[in-house]
């Protein structure tokens, strides 16, 4: 093979590598562009809005009788659902920080408050360990952001 083939192969092959790359680099920032818009929006929603959107979030993973409790006098539940025969009581926290344990002992008093089976806090952001701790106590499921990720992905 002549220098001069040889140079435009290696020209051919640089090319298809930064060509490659390039577009795993496009897809790789349109998935982020795509998840941050999908659940960014979260953060900007008033409190009684993302209400609304665990609700329709529960019911799209097969809960029924989703209900969104008054806006006050609530007793720590903003949300009343069943799935599979278990009834809960449900806590929605959209917030600029992590959840700390008075979300954790508010559901846990609402829970009995509206004899429901199980109690859970959604949230749009973690908990504290404090709130985890006394959740795995008070046995209050915790669904974070990352677990409101997966249910949108089902």
């Known amino acids: ?3 001069s083939q040889m140079t435009i192969l290696m020209t051919i092959i640089v090319f298809v590598i930064i060509l490659t790359a390039a577009a795993i680099l496009l897809v790789k920032c349109v998935r982020r562009f795509r998840h941050n818009r999908r659940t960014g929006f979260m953060d900007e929603m008033e409190g009684h809005d993302f209400e609304y959107f665990c609700a329709e979030l529960l019911e799209k993973q097969g809960f029924i009788e989703v209900e969104v409790t008054r806006a ?3 007793f720590g539940v903003d949300i009343l659902a069943e799935k ?3 009834t ?8 600029n920080g992590p959840v700390g344990v008075e979300a954790v002992l508010r559901t846990y008093g609402g829970r ?6 199980v109690g859970a806090v959604m949230t749009n952001q973690y908990f504290t360990a404090p ?7 008070l046995q209050i499921l915790l669904w974070d952001r990352g677990y409101i990720d ?3 992905d089902d």
């Open 112 to 117: 009995d408050y509206y004899d429901r089976m």
């Open 1 to 3: 093979m002549q220098q």
């Open 88 to 95: 809960y009581a449900v806590q929605c926290k959209r917030y």
């Open 84 to 86: 599979d025969g278990v």
């Open 150 to 152: 997966e249910m949108m």
């Open 72 to 74: 006050s006098g609530d």
């Open 131 to 137: 709130a985890v701790e006394a959740a795995g106590k």
